[in-house]
T-cell receptor, first 116, second 116 residues
Framework: GAGVSQSPSNKVTEKGKDVELRCDPISGHTALYWYRQSLGQGLEFLIYFQGNSAPDKSGLPSDRFSAERTGGSVSTLTIQRTQQEDSAVYLC??????????????FGPGTRLTVT | AQSVTQLGSHVSVSEGALVLLRCNYSSSVPPYLFWYVQYPNQGLQLLLKYTTGATLVKGINGFEAEFKKSETSFHLTKPSAHMSDAAEYFCAVTSGEDSGYSTLTFGKGTMLLVSP
């Protein structure tokens, strides 16, 4: 079946502009995660959505970052007033988070964001 | 709190040689452990996972890993390296409790270089 998809695959933006990154999880997966992969920083957790519960936003680095998940499926990560330090690959993952079912996460190909 | 340490940001081996990538974790609860591989410009692909039961787990592409609770380790091995194994490898840990919450904590990654 179809895996996790992300768009765009690459995004170049000017400092100060807003960007939106999209993630389509695997159909039926109730959990959705956003991570950021930067040189020298490894993979950092940003935000987690589980069903209709309030998201865990504890990994968002600043209030310029926000995310929403509509209808329990597609998610959009928005970065306002982008800064050069926001340049990174943003990875989305989904999993089937049901008690008793092992919860490996399936990753999309990522969006490479470059802020000039 | 959980953490993962991967010893060696780069590991070089010759084709046909043993591959050993080290991973140590810290977790206050029983862990679930994962190894992911990332090829250039691609997302993360699950190699193998340990949840409960057998401590020696086998994954794709001939890789295996052994969970050693006493050493808090989950090292990845492959008896004979192929050129196609050249990639970045990430070890990750999550809570094994059935809380439904399973954000992954990643190590910083190890780049595997394979020479002819």
């Amino acid at each position: 079946g179809a895996g996790v998809s992300q768009s765009p695959s690459n995004k170049v933006t000017e400092k100060g502009k807003d960007v939106e990154l999209r993630c389509d999880p695997i159909s039926g997966h109730t959990a959705l995660y956003w991570y950021r992969q930067s040189l020298g920083q490894g993979l950092e957790f940003l935000i987690y959505f589980q069903g209709n519960s309030a998201p865990d936003k504890s990994g968002l680095p600043s209030d310029r970052f926000s995310a929403e998940r509509t209808g329990g499926s597609v998610s959009t990560l928005t970065i306002q007033r982008t800064q050069q330090e926001d340049s990174a690959v943003y990875l989305c993952a989904s999993s089937l988070n049901v008690v008793g079912i092992r919860r490996e996460q399936y990753f999309g190909p990522g969006t490479r964001l470059t802020v000039t | 709190a959980q953490s993962v340490t991967q010893l060696g940001s780069h590991v070089s081996v010759s084709e046909g040689a043993l591959v050993l990538l080290r991973c140590n974790y810290s977790s206050s609860v029983p862990p679930y452990l994962f190894w992911y591989v990332q090829y250039p410009n691609q997302g993360l692909q699950l190699l193998l996972k340990y949840t409960t039961g057998a401590t020696l787990v086998k994954g794709i592409n001939g890789f295996e890993a052994e969970f050693k609770k006493s050493e808090t380790s989950f090292h990845l091995t492959k008896p004979s390296a192929h050129m196609s194994d050249a990639a970045e490898y990430f070890c990750a840990v999550t809570s094994g409790e059935d809380s439904g919450y399973s954000t992954l904590t990643f190590g910083k990654g190890t780049m595997l270089l394979v020479s002819p």
